[in-house]
C-alpha cells in the first residue's frame, strides 16, 4: 500500500514541484520496499520445495533486475509519449512528471492484488 500511495502522491503532486510532497512520496515508497522486500524473499523460499530452495532465494533478485531493466524502459516509453521525445520545456516537463508516475498505478494495484494472493497463499500452506 505504501508504495502505490506513495506512487499516485508522486503523480498528483509532482507536478507543482512541492519538496515536502516529494519527499513524503519518496519515503513511503522507500519504506514499503523496505518493508516488503524481505518478506517476499522468506515467504518465496519457505514456499518452494526443499530441493529448489538455492534456486528459489536467488530467483527473487534475478526477477528484481529484471523489473528494473523493464521498467526504467517503460518510464522512457512514458516520458517520450508524453512529450519529452520533442523539444523539452516546462509544460513537457510537467506532463511527463505527471504521466511518469501515473501510468504505472494501474500496474501497482495489480502488484497489491498479488501481493494479497501470496500471502493468502501462505497462510493456507502452513
Not at 512541492?18 to 522468506?42: D, E, N, R
Not at 526477477?63 to 509519449?81: C, D, E, K, P, S
Amino acid at each position: 500500500m505504501c508504495i502505490a500511495i506513495g506512487a499516485a502522491g508522486f503523480a498528483v503532486r509532482r507536478a507543482e514541484g512541492s519538496l515536502l510532497a516529494t519527499v513524503v512520496c519518496a519515503l513511503l515508497q522507500g519504506a514499503g520496499f523496505g518493508v516488503c522486500w524481505p518478506a517476499i524473499v522468506q515467504r518465496t523460499v519457505r514456499l518452494s520445495a526443499p530441493a529448489d530452495r538455492s534456486l528459489a532465494s536467488s530467483s527473487v533478485s534475478t526477477m528484481q533486475r529484471i523489473g528494473y531493466a523493464v521498467g526504467t524502459a517503460a518510464v522512457g516509453i512514458a516520458a517520450n509519449l508524453s512529450g519529452l521525445s520533442g523539444s523539452i520545456s516546462a509544460t513537457a516537463a510537467k506532463t511527463a512528471g505527471f504521466w511518469v508516475f501515473a501510468a504505472f498505478v494501474p500496474m501497482l494495484v495489480l502488484g497489491l492484488v498479488c501481493a494479497w494472493r501470496f500471502t493468502a497463499t501462505a497462510a493456507s500452506a502452513k
